[in-house]
């Protein structure tokens, strides 16, 4: 009975083990053997371990409270009680309440901490991010010798990593006098999740050369840090290491695997590892989704999403996150819309990264109104959630709207970052509001973004669209490092307001300080050369691009256009390898009326006709060509055929600063709150001003009569 009652309290102690990640134990605890105790003592201890049992298995199978309820009704707690509860709710998140019994149980008389309890306090120290406590802790096994456990050293090094301690548990980890695969592990995971990925690799490399056996778990922590670090090379021979040693069939190696080679360009490669797994869960259908969304290939992503809902494999909040965005993208709000109802039966939506993606769906589409109906229906929002709507509506060219949730932000919502304040920014420059832009550069000062790259650029394309060139220079020039985006910025403010030369001398100077031109610095040199008139220099940069884009193509249609030169304009229409839109003929419409071609414009024109049977503005551009020209029985047929198209110009927009708010108008406008107000001064000055003309009249009448 006796060697029964020990064998199983063995196995009672065992079983209590503590993961420094999600699903892996740091530590086991074994107690010392004893002396057979008193037969009382035993009968006790049988007791004990009865309740204990009950306990385990009560957290065990995730009736938490239950199992509190059991341990605060136990007259006396044992090493084993505290540790089996603790660990419950270290395992279910719940640190709080775990720091809290950890600090209980220090204090009670009769108890012991051992490696085991103090590698569990010390993960709840870094779940919770107590530095304060863990540094207690770290002082704890330091004092007691604690610290030269493997297991203590191990969590000490996961907790310091997870707080964001990189320099202290790199310290830790260096001066364990013994480590096995778990410290190892914690350290290059550590790194990873800091960012710190050619270290981690570092920190891998030197595991593989003291033959220390890795993991699954080792393995996917170093091919997460090629993925992250773009180190093709290297993942490859982490996955000829993964295939001899059997990892490749984990499911989350095996996903790990193919996110890296998606990141490295090799879609390809991820989508053959993807199409090899024996067993896809719900994150091998996730990865391959977001690879083909973050590649461009949007449409293979929604292809995926059907063929996992073929499986019986249920997408998570990621999944529809990632599958809502690829219909953005690709402007399917009918799509996006069956995925909204679906998440909402679900009961998904309360999930930020599925709130954001319908937000920012229904905003690329041209439904912001939408989106601002789920933004007001979110019980909480993070900083994505209101960078979304602020920069949809600056996107939408809704200016009033995009300041007025900054506003709101500002109020009630966390502190604004640099995707705000460059959305905003934006506004300023497109509305060409330069004091306003001047607020938010303020703003920018006092919250300490002026460095930021994303500010910075958005600062010079704000100031440059507003005229102010000179600023825009002085903050590119100040700038403690200047992207290709900063860059871009300046060369286009350059570019549009005259200043060709400048822009150019800048492009040129990129190569100097190892920067490449991205395809948006060739539409801005492409433009410089287009205002300055510059035909060859223009096609030189255009001929050096490898893959020119449509844009790019617009360009230079649009240089020869400026130039007089719409025969080469209309032929390399022509032979351009995407399809001809309305915006590429209007160029050239536009052109042949400046340049009076109305042969060319005449083709121009039927073209965009093609397209667009109602457009307003070719009907009119034509026929004032023909007028032009006099042209006069051509001219009547284009008005006539306006007319009985019942084709309509659209009347431009105004817009009017009046005490720091902007209101945009048309001709004739009464929706304004105060139109009648607006209109009864407008019928006072119009009076007055009729008043002044009479009374010209009158006097130039009397100066007439007085010289006859």
Not at 201 to 209: G, R, T, V
Not at 420 to 442: D, P, R, T, Y
Request: with cysteine; hydrophobic share 40%.
């Amino acid at each position: 009975m006796l060697l029964s009652v020990q064998s199983h309290v063995r196995r009672l102690c065992a079983v209590a083990t503590m993961a420094y990640t999600d699903c892996r134990d740091l530590a086991v605890y074994y107690p010392k053997p004893e002396a057979p105790p008193p037969k009382n003592q035993v009968e006790k201890h049988l007791n004990m371990q009865e309740i204990n049992s009950v306990l385990k298995d009560l957290v065990k199978t995730g009736r938490l409270n239950n199992a509190r309820q059991l341990f605060d009704k136990m007259l006396h707690r044992d090493e084993i009680s505290w540790t089996t509860i603790i660990s419950g709710y270290v395992n279910g998140m719940n640190t709080t309440e775990a720091l809290s019994l950890i600090s209980k149980m220090w204090v009670e008389p009769g108890l012991h901490m051992d490696p085991f309890i103090l590698s569990l306090a010390l993960k709840a120290c870094g779940l919770a991010m107590s530095v304060s406590f863990g540094e207690s802790l770290h002082g704890y096994s330091v004092k007691t010798d604690f610290i030269n456990s493997v297991f203590v050293g191990s969590a000490l090094v996961d907790m310091y990593m997870k707080i964001g301690r990189v320099e202290e548990g790199c310290i830790v980890f260096n001066e364990m006098p013994l480590r096995n695969v778990v410290s190892w592990t914690a350290i290059i995971a550590g790194l990873v999740r800091a960012g710190y990925n050619n270290e981690a690799l570092a920190y891998f490399s030197d595991m593989w050369i003291q033959k220390v056996g890795c993991d699954s778990y080792t393995f996917a922590s170093a091919l997460k840090a090629c993925a992250d670090s773009g180190a093709l090379n290297y993942g490859r021979e982490i996955h000829c290491q993964t295939l001899k040693k059997g990892f490749i069939e984990v499911p989350f190696v095996a996903n790990t695997l193919a996110t890296m080679y998606n990141k490295c360009g090799k879609l390809d490669y991820g989508l053959r590892l993807f199409e090899s797994m024996t067993k896809k869960d719900v994150v091998s259908w996730t990865t391959i989704i977001m690879s083909n969304v973050q590649t461009g290939q949007e449409g293979n992503a929604v292809k995926a999403f059907r063929r996992m809902r073929e499986t019986d494999v249920s997408p998570n909040e990621f999944t529809f996150a990632a599958v809502i965005s690829g219909c953005a993208t690709l402007g399917r709000i009918e799509w996006g819309e069956q995925l909204h109802a679906h998440v909402l039966r679900l009961g998904l939506v309360d999930s930020l990264s599925v709130a954001n993606s319908i937000m920012a769906m229904y905003s690329k589409c041209s439904h912001l109104d939408l989106a601002s109906t789920v933004f007001q229906g979110l019980s909480r929002r993070d900083i994505i959630s209101w960078s979304t709507m602020i920069a949809g509506y600056a996107q939408g060219g809704f200016g009033e709207e995009a300041f007025d949730y900054l506003s709101w932000m500002r109020r009630e919502g966390p502190r604004p970052n640099e995707f705000a304040f460059a959305s905003v920014l934006s506004v300023c420059g497109n509305m060409a509001i330069l004091e306003q832009g001047k607020q938010l550069h303020a703003h920018v000062l006092c919250v300490g973004l002026e460095q930021d790259t994303m500010v910075q650029s958005a600062l010079i394309n704000m100031y440059s669209k507003c005229g102010s060139i000179k600023e825009a220079s002085k903050i590119f020039d100040e700038a403690e490092y200047n992207n290709i985006v900063s860059w871009t910025a300046l060369i286009n403010g350059y570019a549009e307001h005259g200043h060709s030369q400048e822009a150019i001398d800048l492009f040129k100077k990129l190569p100097k300080v190892g920067l490449r031109p991205d395809s948006v610095t060739f539409i801005a040199i492409l433009a410089a050369c287009s205002h300055a008139g510059l035909v060859d220099l223009g096609f030189h940069y255009f001929n050096s691009l490898s893959n020119p884009s449509k844009d790019h193509y617009g360009c230079m249609i649009d240089l020869l256009c400026r130039a007089g030169r719409l025969n080469d304009a209309e032929s390399l229409i022509q032979c351009m390898p995407f399809q001809r839109d309305d915006v590429i003929w209007s160029t050239l419409l536009r052109a042949c009326r400046i340049h009076g071609d109305v042969d060319c414009g005449k083709r121009a024109a039927e073209k965009i006709l093609q397209l667009d049977p109602n457009c307003a503005v070719t009907h009119i551009t034509l026929a004032n060509m023909y007028a032009a020209k006099g042209k006069w029985k051509e001219a009547a047929e284009v008005r006539k055929m306006m007319k009985s198209k019942g084709v309509v110009k659209e009347p431009g927009w105004s817009w009017i600063k009046v005490k720091d708010r902007v209101s945009a108008f048309v001709s004739g406008d009464r929706s304004h709150p105060d139109g009648e107000y607006i209109y009864e001064v407008l019928d006072l000055l119009a009076s007055r001003a009729q008043m002044r003309v009479q009374e010209m009249d009158f006097l130039l009448n009397e100066v007439q009569e007085s010289q006859t």
